[in-house]
């Protein structure tokens, strides 16, 4: 009898000592912090090239009670400090102590796994191209939001237009925004369509000076207000190349390339995105010799992104859900569930032709049945690979 209550308090005593509180300590140290100032974008570094939120929301007015004011400490960037207040440390999800806002632009979250392919258990595969274009309501998700209007955003009796939403529930960007500051800021790669180059900083950027286009940005001709030599006339309009650059609702589609192949092993047809490319519209203004101005229009690829390489970018961004807007999902989880519409114009062939090189241009519907066809063929190749 002895012998039992001594076991029995040595082992409530062992649960006691893991309970205590060093090890609530230990546990602590994993909870990771939000934190601005390492975020998706790098903010420290460029700070003076993006904003991250309007100053209105950064320093509020405790005596205001339509805001959410709360106390917390900030640093000299207007940053909450949460070493201060580790009881809310992970709740505070923006700038204005909006506790219903999400992680957005945090870099907290990680990617979904994906499951484990072994090349040699690939029995069959085929690389598809295809467009996912904005206009069709199932993909209008990707292209907004854009062209906000925020008062106050640089100071005092200013005005100025984002293309996202920068706090609260509805915080988010659209596709274009989030893949153009990921690129100009230096934090992903780009490559040409190939993907057999990657793009320097310059070629992103563009140069006005030595006349080079970038890949989110075009040379053009743009009408420029100058004062007249004579001063009983108005002003004067000349034309001035400028830099423009490619805005959100410039882009028309994007192009996703995948690879469908048959793992043996899982028994499974699955599906690897490979990259995205956004694609934009333009309309340059040039002169010609005599001086007379011609437009053209037409559309271009703005860079390739490798998927794997925008993963973690895509799974720190929250896309809008039209069903239950407090069940949201990253864009990296729209794209694997696939909740995207969108219609097959290549598949991998021996001329490297797409469907539109083959089946004349103007035959749309034909060109449709034969995206059809394709996907059909990989239903039906999955479907003979099983034994019944």
Not at 249 to 257: A, G
Not at 269 to 288: G, L
Not at 338 to 353: G, Q
Request: with cysteine; net charge negative.
């Amino acid at each position: 009898m002895r012998t039992l209550i001594l076991i029995s308090s040595l082992l409530i005593t062992s649960i006691l000592f893991a309970q205590n509180d060093g090890n609530t300590e230990n546990r602590s140290k994993n909870t990771v912090k939000d934190s601005l100032m390492h975020n998706t974008y790098h903010l420290e570094k460029n700070k003076d090239r993006i904003e991250p939120v309007s100053p209105t929301n950064m320093f509020q007015d405790p005596n205001d009670p339509s805001t959410t004011w709360k106390d917390y400490e900030r640093d000299l960037n207007g940053n909450i400090i949460y070493d201060k207040e580790p009881t809310n440390n992970g709740k505070v999800r923006w700038q204005d102590a909006s506790y219903w806002s999400s992680r957005e632009k945090q870099g907290m979250w990680e990617p979904a796994k994906l499951p484990y392919v072994n090349e040699d258990d690939v029995l069959w595969g085929t690389r598809l191209r295809r467009e996912v274009p904005l206009k069709n309501p199932a993909n209008i998700a990707l292209k907004l939001p854009f062209d906000i209007v925020y008062a106050d955003h640089e100071g005092i009796s200013t005005q100025k237009r984002q293309d996202e939403v920068f706090s609260g529930i509805d915080a988010r960007k659209n596709l274009f925004k989030i893949l153009y500051d990921a690129a100009v800021t230096g934090q992903v790669n780009v490559y040409n369509s190939r993907m057999t180059r990657q793009y320097s900083k310059s070629e992103i950027l563009g140069d006005l000076s030595s006349e080079k286009n970038g890949i989110f940005s075009y040379i053009t001709l743009k009408s420029v207000e100058v004062d007249s030599e004579d001063e009983d006339e108005d002003e004067e309009l000349i034309q001035e190349k400028i830099l423009e650059i490619f805005n959100p609702s410039d882009v028309v589609k994007y192009v996703i390339v995948e690879d469908w192949f048959f793992d043996k092993r899982r028994s499974k047809m699955d599906v690897r995105i490979i990259s995205i490319t956004p694609v934009c519209s333009f309309e340059i203004e040039t002169e010609d010799a005599d001086g007379d101005v011609t437009s053209s229009f037409g559309e271009i690829e703005a860079g390739t992104f490798f998927y794997p390489e925008i993963r973690q970018l895509l799974a720190n961004h929250k896309i809008f859900n039209e069903q239950n807007m407090m069940a949201r999902m990253s864009f990296d989880e729209f794209f694997q569930r696939r909740l995207f519409a969108s219609h097959i114009v290549k598949e991998s062939n021996v001329y490297d032709r797409d469907i539109s090189e083959y089946i004349r241009q103007g035959d749309q519907l034909s060109q449709l049945l034969e995206s059809e066809r394709i996907k059909e063929s990989i239903r039906t190749y999955e479907h003979n690979a099983w034994e019944y």
